[in-house]
């Protein structure tokens, strides 16, 4: 009998070590679980945010090229050309991203400003500008939009028709953007 019962005891504490071995197991692999959650999360979050800015400044960037480069074959009185353009913009409950396209005569020049109010954990507002130029060919250009202003400006991001004739270069698509200051004065505040 106390063969059985040494032999049911020896059972019994193989299987609670086994059992043991099991619980510390799964407390180590959520223990690493929680780390890698932890970490990865917000790396997410920053990696979202930085590839919206990268593609709307890419885009920025291409509509400049594209009015500059549609604007240099326009070079004799009377001629003209019709181009669209995808001006971006973006519009979330956590980044507003708007484009201001403006001219100071010479130049193409290109804002993107970035609100990201109080995106990710724990972090406070932050804005920032981005000013992208191109030289157009001679001087004294004009960028008018349909309500009169001195500007292109796009705040969720869609495509524009502009008709370029020689020194002149005029949006025919409504602004989303009511903007007073033209090429000066903070754009930011209009985002």
Known sequence: ITFYTHQIRSMFMVSDEKGQITIEAILILGFFMLIFIGVTVPLAFNARYTSIDTSVLADAKFATEQIVGASGTVITPGSRRTIDVYVPGYKSGDINIGTRICTDG??????????????????????????????????????????????ISESSGKRYTIVIEYKSINSTTANSLALTNGCTGDFIGDL
């Open 106 to 151: 010479s130049y193409v020049n290109t804002t993107v400003a970035i609100d990201r109010g109080n995106a990710g954990m724990n972090q406070s507002r932050v804005i920032e500008s981005h000013n992208i130029s191109s030289k157009l060919y001679g001087t004294d250009w004009t960028i008018t939009n349909p309500a009169g202003g001195a500007y």
